[in-house]
């Protein structure tokens, strides 16, 4: 299927545990994007790249590791979860459309215990 | 600090009237500007945007509009319909290629 697709779409974890949550793009767009949406917060970057090899934090990437070997996967590690990255993630890719329009991702709910 | 501000959290609006959406932002170094919808358990998508060199731009019942003195854009949907009851996101950035910084969206609620 082409777009964007984020798995799994609903995770239950506990705290500690490592947690992967994957982002796969059929379009070869250059740059990805990981956000997190809560409640009064909106939606907050937390990792962004512009190409495969090539990542930077965004304002909340405390608690995520990402890496980005392929152009259409971008997965979000959270190496030891906690109870407040409760959240729903949301990736996002961008094409040379030059007006800075991101494509999303359906969202993963993640409920840490 | 918040550099994308929308300070209404929620909106109730009747079938057929104006809704109007507000946004501000403080970084006078933001050039492009778009807002987003978003249904619940769905990921935003892109509705309108505008950069920092028009002040108006329209699409079909969807206009935003841009004042750079103020710092403030705004989303006008005439005439709003049942099927608008989302939540809609302003986002800027500086240019087309760095991460969108988004504000905290507002609430609408078309009533029929």
């Known amino acids: 299927d082409a777009g964007i697709t984020q798995s799994p779409r609903y995770k239950i974890t506990e705290t500690g545990r490592q947690v992967t949550l994957m982002c796969h793009q059929t379009?070869?767009?250059?740059?990805m994007f990981w956000y997190r949406q809560d409640l009064g917060h909106g939606l907050r970057l937390i990792y962004y790249s512009a190409a495969a090899d090539i990542t930077d934090k965004g304002e909340v990437p405390d608690g995520y590791v990402v890496s980005r070997s392929k152009t259409e996967n971008f997965p979000l590690t959270l190496e030891s979860a906690t109870r407040s990255q409760t959240s729903v993630y949301f990736c996002a890719s961008l094409g040379v459309s030059g007006a800075n329009v991101l494509t999303f991702g359906a969202g993963s709910r993640l409920t840490v215990l | 600090d918040q550099q994308v501000k929308q300070n209404s959290p929620s909106l109730s609006v009747q079938e057929g009237r104006i809704s109007i959406l507000n946004c501000d932002y403080t970084?006078?170094?933001?050039?492009?500007f778009l807002w987003y919808k978003k249904y619940p358990a769905e990921g935003p998508t892109f509705l309108i945007s505008?950069?920092?060199?028009?002040d108006k731009n329209e699409d079909g019942r969807f206009t935003v509009f841009l004042n750079k003195s103020a710092k403030h854009l705004s989303l006008h949907i005439v005439p709003s319909q049942p099927g608008d009851s989302a939540v809609y996101f302003c986002a800027a950035s500086a240019r087309w290629d760095t991460p969108l910084v988004f504000g905290k969206g507002t609430r609408l609620s078309v009533i029929a």
């Open positions: 970084n006078s170094m933001f050039d492009y």
């Open positions: 505008i950069s920092s060199i028009k």
């Open positions: 379009w070869s767009h250059s740059y």
